[in-house]
């Protein structure tokens, strides 16, 4: 399906090329998945910001963007780390890279767990190997199987696991943030697309999924 969300489009002399695309497939993959034959869904958007995945998941659904911020065109407000929504209300919840930047990420997933419906499922994608990117504050990064525990640990069944953009590939892209200060303005987007190339060039050949800059799972509620 071609991108439909200009921010998920970007130019290959964008800094964000490959992963962009990378999350977008990543999404997409996991929509058809588990939207597949299903409508009238109750989908929360948690952590929205611009909502970059919401036409994968909006289409013949009720789709709430949640977040902290009022400038981002949420729907409902987060305060005091409470959503503003009726438990067992939802049938996905839907988090991406939000959980690094939760200071209580107990509390967000906890919190997750009582809007779900008895049958729900969260959607949640946050990073492995990035650069610091505080949004407000910037807290953690995880590994697979960090993730993967704690949401057995909060009582979800883990239903898939997934990561995208592989060790060889994080690594010239945490290159380039690392340098990118120093190349002149002139010289960025050629810069740019040079290791965009290079980061997908060694991302088709590295299978690793276990070891990414970006780690995804796919959990649900009820645990037998
Ligand atoms: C890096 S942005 C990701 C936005 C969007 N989900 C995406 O994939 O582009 C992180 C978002 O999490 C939101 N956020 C930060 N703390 C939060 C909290 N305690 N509860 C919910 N959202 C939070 C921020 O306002 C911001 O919109």
Not at 158 to 166: N, R, S
């Amino acid at each position: 399906m071609p991108h439909k969300n200009k921010h998920l489009n970007p130019s290959p002399f964008s800094s964000r090329y490959q992963i962009s695309n990378k999350l977008w497939a990543l999404n997409e993959k996991i929509a058809e998945k588990y939207l597949k034959d299903k409508d009238n869904l109750t989908i929360l958007d948690y952590g929205a910001g611009a909502s970059p995945y919401s036409s994968l998941y909006e289409k013949n659904n009720k789709y709430i963007r949640a977040d902290i911020d009022k400038s981002q065109n949420a729907d409902i407000i987060i305060q005091a780390n409470k959503i503003p929504l009726d438990s067992e209300s939802v049938d996905i919840v839907l988090s991406t890279q939000v959980l690094e930047h939760i200071e209580d990420y107990n509390q967000y997933i906890k919190e997750a767990k009582r809007v779900l419906k008895p049958d729900g499922i969260i959607i949640l994608s946050t990073h492995g190997y990035w650069i610091y990117h505080p949004h407000p504050v910037d807290y953690w990064r995880w590994t697979q199987a960090g993730l993967k525990k704690i949401f057995s640990d909060a009582g979800f069944k883990v239903l898939d696991a997934y990561g995208t953009i592989t060790t060889r590939a994080s690594g010239i892209q945490l290159f380039q943030d690392g340098i990118s200060h120093r190349v002149p303005n002139i010289l960025k987007p050629v810069f740019f697309f040079t290791c965009q190339i290079l980061m997908k060039i060694f991302d088709n050949k590295s299978f690793h999924n276990e070891d990414a800059a970006v780690y995804a799972v796919v959990a649900s509620k009820n645990n037998k």
